[in-house]
């Protein structure tokens, strides 16, 4: 953050005033500095330059990385007591240690060398990808943004399903309207299907005090249950179908493919929604309202904002986030019929998405398209190097577990701590 | 048993908070500890009950070196703490709180509540503490729960007792009581060490007083030999005015009439009863009271916050209903909230974001919905240059400053633009002195520039300092306002709910709401006393 480092404003108009006043500005300058660089936010006014080298450097990036490398030594681990060979050098390891470790790292590179080149190391490989991040994207932008509003949406799940469903249906009963009208009337019902699902905890948090965890959780299986009733009946099956799998969309409403690979235009819109996503919540006034709320609601209503309208609008907005991940599946991979499994645990997906990218939106595209790249690369692994795909899973889980316990992490690599308030009464600033 | 520390220093990076103290506590006596906030006491505090260690120095208890490891270690040496922020289980009853810990228990693990119950019972007595052992902590008024908290030290065989900042928190009658308990366990012989950075607090209570300003102890006096005044240049390091300077008001137009207000709670519990006001421009009208007579109900009335349930508020002659909150805070409103931090600010935001709260998306700061960042950063530097907020950048998190800062921001906010009426709610709660000496300023100033200034505090130095007119608030209903002079101790009975027209012979200017101060059915003081710290 800028104040790092800057030299506290000269008093120039207050020359007159006694040595010991300057003097106790100066303390009262450095403690609030001192204590500031605790909380370490940045308020989006310093130059781009500056803002992306305070994000890298910043404790919690390093955090995330640390974390990261932390998740892929116990993962390395794993791999090699998972790896029959190195196992069998195992029983001799204080014989011939050689003889273990070679074997640990031949599996660790071979494994870690195919998650690599199978997310990353190809066309093929980049493309599926970034198909796979297009959904964990919107997800986790629909996590992100209640989050800001001090609101946690679990119902990502849920609204994916709703507006897959009804973006489905709009695009195979639908009939005889031109590309660029039914695609955009179907992804649009699919945004407002889903934004209602997110609206209705909104609406019952406000007016009735439901916890939206409680009611998002619930709307999940609601959401799921719904679609395996749906796709026993004629509305999404048609006429004479027993295969549990929804009928096709018309080819008016399916997601353009790019450069002639399974990629489709929605990581584009995707990428686009997060850029909204962004100045939505770091630039605009909207914005500040929700954090705003979101930190402090007892002042934000002193304030004359509405507690009730962000948390409507934010989980109504989420909703719609995540019911365009749902439609962008549903016209995309799963164009050919939507199955009761169409939508892959993407919501759930999207928490993690979010912790990871810290409810902010370019580290959430950034964690959207990390764990696009693992679950593609995770298949590769299983397929070249027989690790498991559970391995991805545990990676992902170790990450976040590092994420959400930073103090772990530090004491592991030996960081500076920031001193946080541990005993209520004394004051964040230690020195006061 | 007598305590010395020699030579305590402790660092933080970039600041000493603590520079070779030295402090002796003698054997039976009260020490107190003064300084503004930041000073040091607290550091000072936290190392003597282990919370910190100190990077130099030692602590000798009776003539031997001690070391502690936490506040166990400092337990078992005697020394016991009650913390500005109370240690209580809310949900737990005032026996169970203070046996926390060394709960008598069966053999086989069972608590044994009725021995719990009688121990304490016992020790209140000893101590003329008086508690409930049954009554749940949640709630009890704080200076009950406060009262829980020492009995806890007592509990635990404290000698020494620190008190850091007991009665930011109490009214006055309850720091009186608290006062009472404090000389009882000196004369028990026990030493206590009491911080407070109110000078009147340590002439009523100190026996000797020890004035720590930028980490070091720069004096020791006898409080009831040093002038107030000498306290205070000692305190700040420069000399202070401790006297409100202004001239006679000039009021103008009225601003603000309210009529016949009543307000109750969600549980048809009065707040407040059929309250009449008039403030005009350019004259400051105080209420005095102690806390939750009615006076946040009031305040929240009179801004925006609460629909009246009887009666209308009226600004220029508009009915407040027909407006909003943001409407009010934009257009002719100032509002400085009783409770900073709950309501004044946001503490993880920019002191720069905290000054636009109120404008988020109003020009010049937003345009098309998107913030006007450097516009914002100017309007912040400029207030923090204007105001006199010690950060080092406008950037800096709001939560960073100390209360007499934060307290400066807020002020500038609220003052920093066109109002017509501005209603400060303990407006130097929690500041330092040269910080309330700031306020009380720019408030005066506010007056002279045409504003008419509402300000509630329940500090009666300070109604008396700034109003032009008081009013008292008791039980919800206001009585007044009086123009000034009034004698301080007449404005102290209504406080306690006397009658206006005992003691001054009917010398209310605005006459009706003065008739009755005392319904007979008006409810115990417990019943409105939470209220305005809800």
Known sequence: MSTDGSPPPEPTSRGSREDSDDEVRRREQEQAAEADRAVHRTTGDEPLVQRLVDALTGPNVLVTVLAFVLALVIGAVLIAVSDSEARGALSYVFARPGDFFGAAWTAISASYGALVKGAVGSTNGITESLLAATPLILTGLAVALPFRAGLFNIGGEGQVIVGGMVAAWAGFAIDGLPLLVHLPLALLLGVVAGGLMGWLPGFLKVRTGAHEVITTIMLNNIAAIGLSYGLTSELFLGPDNINPRGLSVADSATLPRLFGTRLNVGIIIALVVAVGMYYLMERSSRGFEIEAVGLNPHAAS????????????????????????????????????????????????????????????????????LFGALSIGGRAMQARAGINLDLVGVLSALIILFVAAPALVQALFRLKRHRTVDVPGMSAQGAA | MELELRGITKRFPGVIANDHVDLTVRDGEIHG???????????????????????????????????????????????????????????????????????PASAFGQLDRDAANDAVRELSERHGLPVEPDAVVEELPIGLQQRVEILKALYREAKLLILDEPTAVLTPSEADDLFEAMSALRDDGRSLVFISHKLR???????????????????????????????????????????????????????????????????????????????????????????????????????????????????????????????????????????????????????????????????????????????????????????????????????????????????????????????AAQPTRGVDVGSIEYIHGRIVQERDEGTAVLIVSSELDEVLALADRVAVMFHGRLMGPFTMPIDKSAIGQMMAGADPDDILGGGSDDGPSSADPLDPAASAPTETTDEGRA
């Not at chain 1, 002193?302 to 962008?328: D, N, P």
């Not at chain 2, 009225?254 to 009529?259: G, I, Q, W």
């Not at chain 2, 407006?323 to 409103?333: C, E, H, Q, Y």
């Not at chain 2, 920019?350 to 913030?371: C, F, K, M, Q, V």
């Open chain 1, 302 to 369: 002193s304030a004359g904002m509405s507690v009730a309208r962000a948390t409507i609008a934010t989980l109504a907005g989420a909703g719609a986030l995540a019911g365009l991940g749902g439609a962008i599946l549903g016209l995309g991979v799963a164009s050919g019929g939507i199955t009761t499994g169409f939508s892959a645990g993407v919501g759930f997906d999207g928490i993690t998405v979010a912790l990871l990218g810290r409810a902010r939106g370019p580290g959430t595209v950034a964690a959207g398209l």
């Open chain 2, 33 to 103: 500890l003064l300084g503004e906030n930041g000073a040091g006491k607290s550091t000072l505090m936290n190392i003597l009950y282990g919370l910190y260690r100190a990077d130099e120095g030692e602590i000798l208890i009776d003539g031997t070196p001690v070391a502690f490891d936490g506040p166990g270690d400092a337990i078992d040496a005697g020394i016991g703490m009650v913390h500005q922020h109370f240690m209580l289980v809310p949900v737990f009853t005032v026996a169970e709180n203070i046996t926390l810990g060394t709960e």
């Open chain 2, 201 to 423: 607090e340590h002439q009523a209570i100190a026996d000797r007083v020890s004035v720590l300003r930028r980490g070091k102890i720069v004096g020791t006096a006898d409080p009831r030999e040093a002038s107030e005044q000498e306290l205070a240049d000692l305190m700040v390091g420069r000399p202070v005015d401790l006297v409100v300077d202004k001239d006679p008001s000039e009021p103008g137009e009225v601003v603000l009439e309210a009529r016949g207000l009543g307000a109750h709670d969600e549980d048809d519990t009065p707040l407040l009863r059929d309250v009449d006001l008039q403030v005009r421009r350019g004259e400051i009208v105080a209420v005095a009271g102690v806390e939750g007579n009615g006076q946040t109900a009031l305040v929240e009335c009179i801004t925006g916050l609460r629909t009246a349930n009887e009666g209308t508020v009226t600004l220029l002659g508009t009915d407040l209903r027909e407006r909003t909150r943001v409407d009010l805070l934009r257009g002719g409103i100032g509002h400085v909230p009783e409770d900073r931090n709950r309501d004044g600010l946001v503490g993880a935001m920019s002191i720069a974001e905290n000054l636009i709260l109120a404008h988020w998306d109003a020009a010049p700061y937003a345009e098309r919905g998107l913030l006007q960042f450097a516009t914002i950063r100017r309007h912040a530097d400029e207030a923090v240059e204007a105001y006199d907020i010690r950060t080092p950048s406008s950037a800096t998190s709001a939560g960073s400053l100390s209360g007499g800062n934060q307290q400066k921001m807020v002020v500038a906010r609220e003052f920093d633009k066109d109002n017509d009426l501005l209603v």
